[in-house]
């Protein structure tokens, strides 16, 4: 394992059992709403700061990008990018779907990425060029090249309903062509889904890089293909993001772009 990706996953592990620990026993289960529809914990706080402690120790000269913290100050070639809780209103509800998603950017490329479930113990990991895992099992997509049959998954704007027709006619588009579609309220969870096997393809408009960051180099890294709404690669600037087997995302992109 690359030293940089083990030290993530040591720090996706630590936060990952504060989390599970708390929503086990209910405690500082306490929402703030950050906006419309739009909740923050203790725990996710927390989390953040324990998983960038965590990395510092290794590598205190290191820069961080965290839903939480924002942005903190250091070397630009070095990039942890952090969703301390990828699913806050899931853990919120009692809902036991829910991960700590960390990735590395070295020098403007996804380097390392850990995506951690913490109530189901999977953790998937990558690293640029060395293929996908989860638990050290080799990971891969499924190798469907058609929407007949496939089992998609996608989100839907809960911070910002204004989007919601529009996401409701790509459902519409391409409901009727698949087997079925999920929505399961962890973006993070999704591309490893994908990147697994677990599930043909994902789409989603209004995500942020945290989001997405750790689970885009695990699906590459798994034979998947990742791209923005217009089948280019913007998705963390524009927020819009499909992945799964390269043919299944050029037939999605075909129907919502």
């Known amino acids: 394992m690359h030293p940089m990706l083990n030290i993530a996953v040591r720090a996706a592990r630590a936060a990952g059992d504060m989390i599970a620990r708390s929503f086990e026993s209910e405690v500082d289960i306490k929402p703030e709403r950050k ?5 923050v914990t203790k725990i996710d706080r927390e989390a953040e700061q324990l998983i960038i402690s965590k990395i510092k120790q290794s590598y205190p000269d290191h820069s961080f990008v965290g839903e939480e913290s924002g ?3 250091g ?3 070095f990039k942890w990018i952090i969703d301390p809780l990828d699913g806050t209103t899931n853990f919120v509800m009692g809902v036991p779907h829910f991960a700590v998603s960390i990735a590395l950017m070295y020098k403007g490329k996804l380097d390392q990425a850990v995506i951690f479930d913490p109530i189901r113990h999977e953790l998937f990991t990558a ?3 060395k293929g996908a895992q989860m638990n050290n099992y080799r990971l ?3 190798t469907l090249k058609d929407l007949e049959g496939t089992l998609l998954a996608t989100g839907f704007p ?3 309903k204004e989007g919601a027709n529009e996401a409701i006619q790509r459902f519409s588009q391409i409901y009727p062509l698949v087997g079925d579609i999920r929505s399961s309220g962890s973006s993070a969870l999704d591309m490893a889904y994908v990147a697994s096997g677990r599930l043909d393809g994902y789409w989603e408009k209004g995500v942020k890089p945290w989001d997405i960051a750790a689970g885009e180099l695990i699906v590459k890294e ?4 990742v791209t923005d709404f217009n089948g280019g690669h913007e998705h963390f600037r524009s927020g819009e993001i499909v992945a799964g087997h390269p043919k299944v995302v050029q037939k999605i ?3 919502i772009k």
Do not use: C, H, P, Q
């Open 71 to 73: 942005i903190t100050d």
């Open 158 to 160: 809960y911070k910002n």
């Open 75 to 77: 070397s630009e070639d």
């Open 140 to 142: 891969r997509v499924n």
């Open 222 to 225: 798994a034979g998947g293909l």
């Open 127 to 129: 690293s640029r060029g």
């Open 253 to 255: 992109v075909r129907l």
């Open 35 to 39: 906006g419309d529809n739009d909740y």
